[in-house]
């Protein structure tokens, strides 16, 4: 065995402090699964003296990231440092263009610029490689990218994001508020300090759009990804959804509507509990594909955390070793569609809706009065007792439709939220199918 792959990692913390740990401890494991040995030669993080769970012996500290790239002996720089701009993004541009291989777990990254660093990385015959960047240790992109890839896809649908499904999972199971679980999934490290991201809905969004441009061939458009997060979501949202046989959870979504355009949404759902997804509980992830000839697949795993997030970084790095490079989308950059704008879901759903209203005689004749002009048909109602839900003088209405086209349902639920007794914005729901 002549050659050798020398590899540099920026960013020591969750994930890359464990994948250096993994990679300094088990180097006879790798050597054999790369079919040559893998040195970790430099690493760079913020803080230089904090103890990461590794022995830096023999292996060089840079405090600028920058600078992995400068020395002359790296072949691949595994960039576990975050967010769409900034250093991440520089890291990774310059890595390529001084010719080396990249790993990534960014999907902020990805999601924002993957078009152009995949055609970078083509045009210099180079690895960019993002396992990690979507559901955690699951292998979705592999599984999209490889073995689906005889498919004619028509949808993907996923629980991309844990700490919002740890959120919801615990309220429905252990009856409990919103903010009082969110406060314990802060605790427990499942959810950041400033938790926008997560339950804005925005995580998932990045990784809906990594999957939907590998899945469907569109450039990647994080901006066409129709987003709702969770905040809206209270424990009576979750009590009428179970009332009604159904639980709820955050889903991405990408499917190919009936116009043949491709809609992705990352939304909470009301999702029938025998609905495999349905059954995911805690901060696992799941993603389930839908196409011809396969049918149907759904693959189930951790989505974060160190040891998945690593394993999925490793399994990068030896195919890259391997000389298994294919391009990051599946397809040649240069071959992806453009972006085609935020295409409408306009598949008919059912919906669940939770108005919030003054408790007066005619709210609710005024609310099946814009209803029905925009022919929508009630399919129950539910006004729960003001002395379990309600402060005094405002009660919830809570409704189920039959099917509705979303964008009549929305014109319907602006005219209602405008009305004087309505107290505040309607709260929406979709009724998941299979
Ligand atoms: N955590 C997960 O479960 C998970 C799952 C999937 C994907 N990811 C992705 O993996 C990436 C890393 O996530 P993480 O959770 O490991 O993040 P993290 O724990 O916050 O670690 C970030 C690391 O980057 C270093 N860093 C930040 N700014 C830097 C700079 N300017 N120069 C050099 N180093 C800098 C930090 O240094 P210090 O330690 O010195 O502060 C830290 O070691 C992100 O893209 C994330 O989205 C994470």
Redesign the pocket.
Known sequence: MSKSLNIAI???????AEVARQLTLNKEHFTRKAGQPINLVAV????AN?ERGFSMDGIEFCQN?LDLVARQDVDMVIE????SEG??YDLVSSALNQGCHVV?????LLAHHGLALAASAEDSGLALAGE??VA?GIPVIKMLKESLAGNHLTRITGILNGTCNYILSVMQHENREFEDVLAEAQALGYAEADPSFDIDGVDAAHKLAILSSIGFGYAPAIDEVSITGIRQITLTDMKNALHLGCTIRLLGEVERNSDGQVAAMVRPVLLPLDNSLAKIDGPLNAVAFTGEPIGAVTAIGPG???GA?ASAVLADVIDIAQGRISPFFGEPASMLKPAQGQAQNNRAERHFIRLQVYDRPGVLADVTAILRQHDISVESINQPSRSEDGIHGDVPIIMTTHETVASELFAAMAEIADLSTVLAEPVVLSIGHD
């Open positions: 920026a960013g020591l913390g969750t994930v890359g760079s993080a913020r803080d904090k990231p576990l440092i975050g967010g250093v991440a990534t777990a960014n999907k902020a990690a960047s955690g974060a955390g160190a997030t």
